[in-house]
């Protein structure tokens, strides 16, 4: 029996030696997106006998807010999904291995150290990585496409090492080659919708200056970018839905970056004796930004940081030559305090030679005018600001901000022109205008904005003070030779001085009506005033009245110059100088209800209903020739605005995920007060203005719809938008032209037919299943009407013709990449325009041929390459309608040293030496065909030298 018991004890011995109880547990992230990937099969396989001992799935954490006595739980993405399992292991083989259906395998080998002395193992975050596609090369080599984009729920991610960028290139460069982005009209818009922010890690480092960023970050520290709707400040602050999202682009940086200075360091040397240098230093981390940068050239460019292999689009008229500088710092310790800081100093000298053709629109003969225009402008601004906020979330938020402008702008213009009709060879006069002016312009500008969360509601308070300073000086000669009647001379001179004031408040209360599963109403009610005041005094002194004083020199030489003496008295121009002060008073309320549904279906109905409701008072009191001019006008105006939105997520049944906005907004618009005084303005002997105390305020409508749709898994983008706009009561110009004289006389005057109408279509897609190479095409139109009134004397017309302008415009773009040396991108688009009044037809043609390409060469070599064809036709101006190519070309070389690049670059700019630079425009009142001086051909050399230091480990 004692035998049997020593036996038995060390069986159990040998049994718990053997067989240890263990506890696996971890957590994983998905590798690109950094968050909780749930749903994963987590097992351990005895690798002998190739069984599963035990299995777990991953599990988002949970987290409880108490709210109004309700307890509201929800999943936080943010955080690792967590595994945990319990299991009893021998002394054989395991492994742990995690998966996911679209995701890597991962897996884990247990040590016997594991096993014996670790009761509980923690394995830590695990991040897995979406599958890669393959591709079998010379049956061989096996190399993993990298996947360029993909959706994280609503989220847009683009892996940003997927696209071909240099280590000089810039975000821009990386942002132009995304799928879906696009450059149009001043903004960067992604799938067809405008981004609003430009984030780094969620922070709004460049304070919602969207180029600095694109044009100071380097592309190559870039990891990830995000497209998405965020959430506004309120909503941060109060923890829930306020119905402040914006669209949005963040940038994740590699890790190895972050914290890292980033230096850089050109110069530019060149033909026709071109210079140029710039400089960088950068440094971001999660908590602030640091960037600094300074440029000064005479390249006829206004540059933050270009990037080498690229080319500008637009060739910009006249000669430049500039001197700038720019500091940002951004710091956010915590959630409860943030300090922005920024700061420019700019200084340019702009020479300009213009020849213009215009065509004035009148009844019934059309009056041609040409010119020819040289100009010297040197301007000199700083800009300083700076913001600090303190927030305690769920409870208060306080931004104190200040901000300062000075400017100063010398401007010589030296100016000759013609006229005549187009059915008579004689010509209607001769203008000689020299002039000189220069100006100084100071602006303070102090605001503070608070909010306090109030239980389930937020007060938000708002004020801001103005003050504004403008001082210009202004030199002229005018010598007018008519062909039929008097000439005319003279010589003035103008001092003119400005003083504005402002103050305005604002109170709002946001109520939360409704907040419940699926369903969100909130109610915004707000007070508001604001109160303006302004002073100027405009007195105008014509020199030629000098007694003994006899006028020989009307070049631009003879401007600036002041006689001695006592001048003003005998010089004062009376009828033509002014002083007033101005006084506006408004004050109103607003009131803006914002009701959202999800329904289970991943539909998402968003309703907004706006209307705003101001009295406005404004005065002025005019004093001209002696006489005092009183004029005050007041109105009740209301702004209605509305709009509905509506989404469809994508699901794992559907792979398409729609889009569409519908929206209305009315704006009324009182007079200008200046145009309503009863007094004729004869300071331009060409042009005579006279008031109309009869103008009605105007209304402005706008209604749009936009619609965009795409699949996530074949990349299929369609979109488009309809806009329209018209004017109740708009303002136009009648003008009367007296063939006699040459003298124009204009009257504002009230006109309803004013109508703008344009729309988009667009359809964007992937060629081949590698999606390196995209295809976008679209179609724009745009539709212009408007009442044209202008007429000759001898012509007595109540009602003016109609102005009709059609323009449609196709466009086809193919841009992609060819392994990680090539990249590439060619477009073509055509504006097709109809011009019609009274019975009169023009039609215009421009067309444009473009392709840009950067090819990565052997031995650290870049060539980039630029080619523009433009094609003209329907210019009154037979010369002008011929087409023109731009070639322009550039080669890098790159050297390594330590880690830091030092890149020589030669560039060609116009190769075949024929660019040239013509702008046109039609109006109501005619149109306008523009051809200035461009930069000729040249050749720069540029020697880069960047570098970057950190404490880590790259």
């Known amino acids: 029996m004692k035998n049997k018991s020593i036996l038995l004890f060390i069986l159990l011995l040998l049994c718990n030696k053997i067989l240890a109880q263990i506890s696996v547990s971890g957590g994983v992230m998905h590798g690109y997106l950094r968050e909780g990937l749930p749903d994963c099969h987590v097992s351990i396989i005895n690798t002998t006998s190739n069984s599963v001992i035990c299995s777990d799935n991953t599990k988002l954490q949970r987290s409880e807010i108490q709210q109004e006595g309700n307890t509201i739980i929800s999943l936080d993405k943010k955080a690792p999904a967590l595994f945990n399992m319990q299991c009893n292991l021998d002394s054989s083989s395991y492994i742990v291995t995690i998966e996911k259906k679209g995701y890597e395998t991962w897996t884990y080998k247990l040590t016997d150290d594991d096993i014996r002395q670790k009761r ?51 975000l821009r460069k990386l942002v132009s080659q995304l799928p879906g982005a696009e450059f149009k009209d001043g903004a960067l818009k992604v799938n067809g919708k405008t981004i609003e922010s430009l984030t780094v890690h969620g922070k709004d480092f460049f304070n919602g ?30 923890g829930r839905d306020m119905h402040d999202k914006s669209y949005m682009m963040d940038v994740k940086l590699k890790r190895e970056y972050i914290g890292t200075w980033i230096a850089k360091l050109e110069l530019n040397g060149g033909s026709r004796h071109l210079w140029g240098t710039q400089g960088m230093l950068m440094r971001l981390d999660d908590r602030q930004m640091f960037n600094v940068n300074f440029d000064a050239n005479n390249i006829n460019s206004k540059r933050e940081m270009t990037e080498m292999g690229d080319m500008s689009d637009d060739y910009q008229s006249g000669r430049l030559t500039t001197h700038r500088t720019k500091f940002d710092y951004y710091y956010e310790p915590n959630e409860a305090w943030r300090l922005r800081l920024n700061g420019a100093a ?6 300009k030679d213009q020849w213009t053709n215009t065509q004035i629109y009148m009844t019934p003969s059309d009056l041609i005018t040409n010119s020819i225009n040289t100009s010297q402008t040197k301007t000199t601004n700083i800009d300083l600001f700076s913001a600090i906020r303190f927030r305690q979330i769920k409870k208060q938020q306080h931004e104190l901000s200040y901000s300062f402008h000075y400017g100063y702008e010398r401007n010589c213009i030296n100016a000759e022109s013609s006229a005549k009709f187009v059915d008579s060879l004689s010509a209607a006069y001769q203008l000689i205008h020299p002039q000189y002016s220069c100006y100084r312009d100071i602006t303070h500008n102090a605001a503070l904005n608070s909010a306090f969360n109030i239980g389930s509601e937020v007060l938000k308070f708002n004020t801001e003070l103005r003050k504004n300073t403008f001082n210009r000086w202004h030199y002229e000669n005018y010598r007018l030779m008519r062909h039929t009647a008097v000439d005319e001379a003279q010589r003035k001179y103008g001092r003119m001085k400005e003083h504005a004031f402002n103050i305005s408040s604002k109170l709002e209360y946001l109520w939360s009506i409704i907040d419940s599963k699926g369903k969100q109403m909130n109610l915004n009610t707000a007070a508001f005033f604001r109160h303006d005041n302004g002073s100027a005094s405009h007195p105008l002194y014509r020199l030629d009245w000098m007694q003994n004083h006899e006028i020989t020199d009307w070049s631009m030489a003879s401007l600036g110059i002041l006689p001695s003496g006592n001048w003003e008295s005998v010089c004062i121009d009376n009828a033509n100088s002014y002083y007033s002060d101005t006084r506006s008073d408004k004050a109103g309320v607003e009131l803006k209800a914002v009701y959202k549904h999800t329904s289970s279906q991943r539909n998402t109905w968003e309703w907004k209903a706006c209307l705003n409701g101001d009295f406005n008072e404004r005065q002025l009191d005019y004093d001209r020739d002696a006489c005092t001019y009183k004029i005050n006008r007041h109105a009740f105006f209301l702004y209605p605005e509305v709009s509905l ?24 618009q009182m007079a ?38 795409d699949n996530s898994i074949t990349r299929h983008s369609i979109g488009g938008e309809v806009n329209w706009r018209h004017v109740n009561n708009d303002y136009a110009m009648k003008s009367v032209y007296e063939s006699a004289t040459g003298r124009r006389t204009y009257t504002p005057i009230n006109t309803s037919k004013t109508h703008l109408l344009n729309g988009r279509i667009f359809y964007s897609f992937p060629i081949g299943k590698s999606q390196h190479f995209w295809l976008t095409t679209s179609l724009s139109e745009n539709y212009y009407c408007r009442e044209e009134v202008s007429y000759t004397n001898n012509i007595n017309i109540e009602q003016g013709k109609m102005l009709h302008s059609l323009t449609i415009t196709p466009l086809l773009r193919v841009n992609g990449t060819v392994g990680d040396k090539f990249r590439g991108s060619i477009a ?6 109809k011009v019609s009044w009274s019975g009169e037809h023009h039609h215009y043609r421009t067309s444009k041929l473009s392709s840009d390409l950067t090819w990565q060469l052997p031995w650290n070599l870049e060539l980039g390459s630029d080619f523009k064809a433009f094609f003209y036709d329907g210019y ?30 030669v560039t060609v700019h116009d190769i075949l030496d024929n660019a040239s630079s013509l702008t046109t ?34």
């Open 120 to 170: 509980k193992l923690d394995l830590g975050v695990i991040y897995l990585m979406p599958k890669m596609k393959e591709q079998v090369l010379d049956e061989v080599t096996i190399k993993a496409t990298k996947i360029r984009m993909f959706y994280s729920g609503d989220t847009l991610v683009y892996n940003a090492d997927a696209f071909n960028v240099s280590q000089l290139d810039k």
């Open 209 to 238: 200056n969207i180029d600095a960023a694109l044009d100071n970050l380097p592309a190559y520290v870039v990891s990830k970018l995000k497209v998405y709707d965020k959430a506004g400040e309120m909503s941060e602050l109060t």
């Open 346 to 351: 700019a200084s340019d000298n702009y020479n």
């Open 645 to 668: 939105e509506w989404k469809k997520s994508k699901s794992d049944s559907c792979h398409w995920a729609h889009r569409m906005l519908l929206k209305y907004k009315g704006t009324p």
């Open 672 to 709: 200008d007060l200046f145009k309503l005084l009863p007094i004729r303005d004869g300071s331009d002997p060409l042009n005579i203005f006279l008031g109309n105390e009869n103008l009605k305020n105007a209304f402005i409508n706008e209604a749009g719809i936009n619609y965009y749709t």
């Open 828 to 833: 073509w688009q055509t504006d097709f325009q």
């Open 876 to 905: 009154s101006d037979a010369s002008l309608n011929k087409s023109k190519s731009i070639w322009n070309c550039s080669l890098n070389k790159y050297f390594n040293l330590k880690g830091n690049i030092l890149a020589l670059k």
């Open 921 to 954: 425009s039609m109006s109501y009142a005619g149109r306008i065909e523009e051809y200035t001086n461009i930069m000729p051909r040249y050749v720069l050399l540029s020697i880069n030298y960047m570098l970057n230091w950190s404490s880590k480990n790259k």
